[in-house]
């Protein structure tokens, strides 16, 4: 396998040689901030040495967005497929050399990058197939009727169109799915706006080599300069720039409740406010009924301990919360706690990371009026050489009663890695009342067998307007990428509950309805024409037809 040379540079676009050895020249001039990527599994530096953008990069990428963005508007769905397709494509002939660095930037295995990688071309052509198709902009057509007493009707047709210029944030626990070529860009440039992504700064080298696959896919199909921008940054300076810049339309972050809080008030507080779409914290409570505990302790101890410590606990479905009943089978209790004892040290993606974890924990263990650990990993072995800077944690399991539970609002705060809390409950039918007590979720989950089906009911209900994705049996971690797929939720999920991140809904984010009253035909968009050139489903005089 060829390792291809990384650059560190600060800013790529289709317009510069992206895939050259060495800085083009409207990269970072030499007095920009540069810092490196680290492995987390040794902490130590990995080179190249990458160079910040400054805020005049900003404004050069911005400005050509801005350009670029009634081109890309304008451009067909089938023009917008083959860019996303051509980008699925190049992603898989550089998918050993993308791998090879995150796995060294994330600590992540190969074999978990590589199903990552997977997604994201599913994504990719998921959104292209969305734009070909065309009927996504939800065409609405009421014919004019100029005989209609006591007034005549006119001719009012109206479409989605693209915000203009989004910035992505990249993730730091899907360096490939949420990052430069993920989710969010997808949904994006399938809606026809330029995107300008802020890599995140764990996984520079990754995010570089991502981003030369997009530049090298748009110049290939003629897109404009400035329909994607990739700008690197170990700091905040750069995102903040890039959220008040005048050109950007729309936000796409996920990240930490903070993170995407502060987002929310920049976004919030410009001169012309504009969407932030934050994906942002949740526990993902699991209710745990009282035959489904007896009917299988150990199946559900197992799957327990399995979803909360996967990806080492740094997935945002990860279960937080476990209600169960106070007198639940020995069987359970053993099985959880002799698993999570036999976990050895887990992986996290920053040393960052690593140390909030700890010092979450550690807060959560002081406070003796809080909750009392249940279960924990062995402690890490003495470190060896190479290792002693690793970022590692230890699977943790807290638990206490329900009314502690409800008297510390505190408890429901995320914290990011392998821990889980415990809540008792003696009467099942509190467990609504307590679903009326939490904070908005990404997703929500019981298990329950037949003989619960009455206590699930009023508990169901309380749970759908708590969450955005309700689940049955299973265990949240996994999201799906399908048409139906929600992954949002009330407030402080996501900073607005009627958008998705995930599936083909997203797109709906980056784009807005525009009314054409009296319009004449050939200047209406194709998807209003009487025609129908594209042959898309449209709603005509309130049905849907093709014609």
């Known amino acids: 396998m060829t390792t291809i040379p990384l650059t560190g540079a600060a800013v790529l676009r289709s317009g510069l040689a992206a895939s050259a050895p060495k800085p083009a020249p409207q990269q970072a001039a030499p007095a920009s901030a540069s810092f490196h990527a680290h492995n987390p599994a040794t902490g130590a530096a990995l080179e190249p040495v990458f160079h910040s953008a400054t805020e005049a990069d900003v404004d050069h990428a911005a400005a050509l967005a801005r350009q670029a963005a009634p081109h890309l508007a304008s451009a067909s769905g089938s023009q917008r497929a083959s860019l996303l397709?051509?980008?699925?494509?190049?992603?898989?002939?550089?998918?050993?050399?993308?791998?090879?660095?995150?796995?060294?930037?994330?600590?992540?295995?190969?074999?978990?990058?590589?199903?990552e990688m997977g997604r994201t071309v599913t994504q990719l052509r998921l959104f292209a197939d969305l734009a070909a198709e065309g009927s996504w902009v939800d065409a609405r057509i009421d014919e004019a009727q100029p005989d209609r007493k006591p007034t005549p009707r006119p001719a009012v047709c109206s479409m989605l169109r693209p915000l203009g210029p989004v910035v992505v944030f990249g993730a730091s626990n899907f360096p490939l799915a949420f990052s430069v070529a993920g989710g969010d860009t997808a949904a994006a440039l399938a809606a026809g706006c330029p995107v300008l992504v802020k890599a995140h700064p764990a996984h520079p080298g990754t995010s570089e080599l991502v981003a030369r696959v997009i530049c090298a896919s748009v110049a290939e199909l003629g897109f404009p300069d400035g329909s994607f921008s990739h700008l690197a940054d170990a700091g905040f300076t750069i995102g903040s720039a890039l959220v008040r810049h005048p050109a950007v339309r729309a936000i796409a972050f996920t990240g930490s409740t903070a993170g995407g809080q502060a987002l929310m008030r920049l976004a919030a507080e410009r001169p012309e406010p504009i969407p932030c779409f934050a994906e942002m914290g949740s526990v993902n409570p699991v209710f745990i009924l009282p035959q489904a505990m007896h009917a299988r302790p150990e199946a559900i101890a197992n799957g327990l301990a399995a979803s909360f410590t996967l990806g080492s606990g740094q997935?945002?479905?990860?279960?937080?919360?476990?209600f169960l009943p106070r007198h639940a089978p020995d069987s359970f209790l053993q099985s959880l706690r002799s698993t999570v004892a036999a976990l050895p040290p887990l992986g996290m993606l920053t040393s960052t990371i690593a140390t909030r974890f700890q010092q979450s924990l550690a807060a959560r263990?002081?406070?003796?009026?809080?909750?009392s650990v249940f279960a924990t990993a062995a402690?890490?072995?003495?470190?060896?050489?190479?290792?002693?800077?690793?970022?590692?944690a230890q699977a943790t399991v807290f638990h206490l009663g329900l009314e502690d539970f409800l008297a510390r609002p505190a408890l429901q705060d995320e914290i990011f890695g392998p821990t889980v809390i415990l809540v008792r409950y003696d009467r099942a039918e509190q467990l609504a009342h307590a679903a009326d007590r939490l904070h908005g979720q990404l997703t929500a989950t019981l298990h329950a067998d037949e003989a619960d089906l009455a206590l699930a009911a009023p508990?169901?209900?309380?749970?759908?307007?708590?969450?955005?994705?309700?689940?049955?049996?299973?265990?949240?971690?996994?999201v799906e990428v399908c048409h139906a797929m929600v992954h949002g939720g009330p407030f402080p999920a996501t900073s607005d509950s009627r958008f998705t991140s995930v599936g083909t809904a997203s797109i709906l984010r980056f784009a807005r309805p525009v009314c054409f009253q009296d319009i004449p035909d050939p200047l209406l968009p194709p998807e209003l024409q009487p025609a129908n050139p594209l042959g898309i489903e449209r709603l005509i005089n309130g049905v849907r037809a093709r014609r």
């Open 459 to 478: 508990l169901l209900a309380a749970l759908e307007a708590r969450a955005g994705r309700l689940v049955w049996n299973a265990f949240p971690t996994g």
């Open 379 to 392: 402690c890490p072995p003495k470190a060896t050489e190479g290792t002693a800077n690793a970022a590692t």
């Open 365 to 371: 263990t002081q406070d003796a009026g809080t909750a």
């Open 315 to 322: 997935f945002c479905t990860k279960p937080g919360i476990v």
């Open 85 to 115: 397709r051509l980008i699925a494509e190049k992603l898989l002939a550089s998918q050993p050399q993308i791998v090879e660095r995150a796995a060294l930037e994330t600590g992540l295995p190969p074999a978990r990058l590589n199903g």
